[in-house]
């Protein structure tokens, strides 16, 4: 059974960074198309950046630019490098394969707030 632990969030300023981790097990994650979500207080979740298994990236239009996602195999770990955040960046961020097929993890809290 698939298990997604998601950590990194935070409270940052406008124009801050911060990198969020998810750490996969109970699948082949090398094999897997995996995509970071979020989900912002009375809004549907949505997908902000997929990775495929051969390595393309995809990014929605308000995050291109300044969201990077990436994958470490031999870690079985999924990373969002996410820069010049804006208040509207906050949001509970989740990862999950891209489409979503596993029970959503508790996610992490991204607030960017001065």
């Known amino acids: 059974q698939a298990q997604l632990v998601e950590s990194g969030g935070g409270l940052v300023q406008p124009g801050g960074s911060l990198r969020l981790s998810c750490t996969a097990s109970g699948f082949i994650f090398r094999f897997v198309d995996m995509g970071w979500y979020r989900q912002a207080p009375g809004k549907q979740r949505e997908l902000v950046a997929g990775i495929t298994s051969g390595g393309s990236t995809n990014y929605a239009a308000s995050v291109k630019g300044r969201f990077t996602i990436s994958t470490d195999n031999a870690k079985k770990t999924l990373y969002l490098q996410m820069n010049s955040l804006k208040p509207e960046d906050t949001a509970v961020y989740f990862c999950?394969?891209?489409?979503?097929?596993?029970?959503w993890g508790q996610g992490t809290q991204v607030t960017v707030s001065s």
């Open positions: 999950n394969a891209d489409p979503s097929r596993w029970t």
